[in-house]
Structures are given as structure tokens and as C-alpha cells.
């Protein structure tokens, strides 16, 4: 089995910078990619951005592209999502994923993210 838990959420201001951490525990050689999700109330859960375990390859959804760099620290099975400039629009919970070989998917219980001036 594998567990994910986030931390880092909080309150920034617009244009400020916050940075996610997912720490995986368990059975970690079973997971082959990391994806982030966000959702803010009364909307539609949203994509993200995504790296593999091994780090080599990462993706960004359009509405964080540069502004968001998703990075994997291999000392202790952690992926950060550092997020800079932050705006009203990306005030959400945000969630990590485990993705596993074999397709299935592990979710954490989320961080809150307030942006806020």
C-alpha cells in the first residue's frame, strides 16, 4: 500500500509564493508518477500538474505554466510543487496523488491554498 499526505497550504497574498509538498510512505517502488489536483468550492476538481517518480519528465496544466515547477527529492520519496505568483484564481484545496503501476490511484486528504490581500 501507499500513503501520500500534503502540507504546505496556506494564506499568501496575490503574487506571493507557497511550496507543496507530497511525502509518500509504503510501498513507494510501486508508484510511477505524482499528479497534483485542485478544488476550489463550488467547482470542478482540476488538473494540475504531473511528474513521474523518477523525475525525468513533468507536466504542467495551461493555467499554471509558468508559474508552478513540480520537483521530486529522492532522499526521503517528497514531491514539491512550487508555486510563485500566485493569483485569486488558484486559491483552492490541493491534492497529490499517487499513481501506481497498474493504473490505480492513491489520494491524499489535501491542502488548503488562500490567496488573499
Known amino acids: 500500500q501507499v500513503q501520500v499526505v500534503e502540507s504546505g497550504g496556506g494564506e499568501v497574498q496575490p503574487g506571493g509564493s507557497l511550496r507543496l509538498s507530497c511525502t509518500a510512505s509504503?510501498?513507494?517502488?510501486?508508484?510511477?508518477?505524482i499528479r497534483w489536483y485542485r478544488q476550489a468550492p463550488e467547482k470542478q476538481r482540476e488538473y494540475v500538474a504531473f511528474t513521474l517518480w523518477t523525475g525525468v519528465r513533468t507536466h504542467y496544466a495551461d493555467p499554471v505554466k509558468g508559474r508552478c515547477t513540480i520537483t521530486k527529492d529522492n532522499t526521503d520519496n517528497t514531491v514539491y510543487l512550487q508555486m510563485s505568483n500566485l493569483k485569486a484564481e488558484d486559491a483552492a484545496t490541493y491534492f497529490c496523488?499517487?499513481?501506481?503501476?497498474?493504473?490505480?490511484?492513491?489520494w491524499g486528504q489535501g491542502t488548503q491554498v488562500t490567496v488573499s490581500s
Open positions: 509504503g510501498s513507494v517502488s510501486s508508484i510511477s508518477g
Open positions: 496523488v499517487a499513481v501506481l503501476t497498474g493504473g490505480t490511484q492513491t
